[in-house]
């Protein structure tokens, strides 16, 4: 059995129980409601209900549609199963998805990528579930003997971890990242909101990719 059958053979699992998880994932997260309504007899009315999902739907309906496909190139798709259960995307699975890859020296979309991608973001989930419970027993009462200076810089982690994403992948396609951050910075000093720039700058650079893919294809075939 070759490489490509037996990387198959390991997406469909993955698919399956990727499947499973998540819609049991899905069907978990009503529990507290369902506890809440059946023990206590708690219950909003079904227009308050409505009102709070239409107004949380408002916000973030973008990136319920952008950040599958931003993200999906980077994490593969046992990467966006994983990623989508256990939470921390944007600020931890996906810089630790690019990051594994790079250091293993393979590329995004490919099966060794996919494999990397899936060591790397299991490792992340571990290490987060023991920080977390190590945090949870200690960390209010750490961080509430740290001095300013130290709290203050925290503001700064996902800032500096998006900034080392875009270095790394502005490297491969500097052209690309340029045209990405001149969209989002403009979108922003215009003060426009947020569901017309994450789209803006996704599905722009995803365009400007297949043209210029397009025109090198064309170049090489001319020569």
Request: aromatic letters at 12%.
């Amino acid at each position: 059995m070759d490489k490509n059958q037996v990387y198959k053979t390991f997406i469909k699992g993955i698919i399956f129980w990727g499947r499973i998880t998540l819609l049991v994932a899905f069907a978990l997260s009503f529990i507290p409601a369902l506890y809440l309504k059946v023990v206590h007899g708690v219950m909003p009315p079904i227009s308050i209900i409505l009102k709070d999902f239409g107004l949380i739907a408002s916000i973030v309906v973008v990136s319920w549609i952008v950040e599958p496909i931003a993200y999906f190139p980077i994490l593969g798709i046992t990467g966006t199963y994983m990623a989508w259960l256990s939470g921390n995307i944007s600020n931890l699975r996906v810089p630790v998805s690019a990051m594994s890859q790079e250091a293993a020296g393979v590329k995004e979309g490919t099966p060794e990528g996919d494999i990397v991608s899936t060591l790397g973001m299991g490792i992340s989930v571990i290490i987060n579930l023991v920080v977390l419970v190590i945090g949870v027993f200690f960390g209010v009462k750490l961080i509430g003997n740290l001095p300013p200076l130290i709290t203050t810089a925290f503001e700064y982690i996902l800032p500096a971890v998006f900034g080392a994403v875009l270095a790394s992948f502005s490297l491969r396609g500097p052209k690309l990242a340029a045209f990405a951050f001149t969209v989002a910075l403009v979108f922003s000093l215009l003060r426009l909101p947020m569901w017309i720039v994450l789209p803006s700058c996704v599905f722009g650079t995803i365009v400007l990719g297949v043209v210029m893919f397009n025109r090198e294809s064309k170049r090489k075939i001319s020569c």
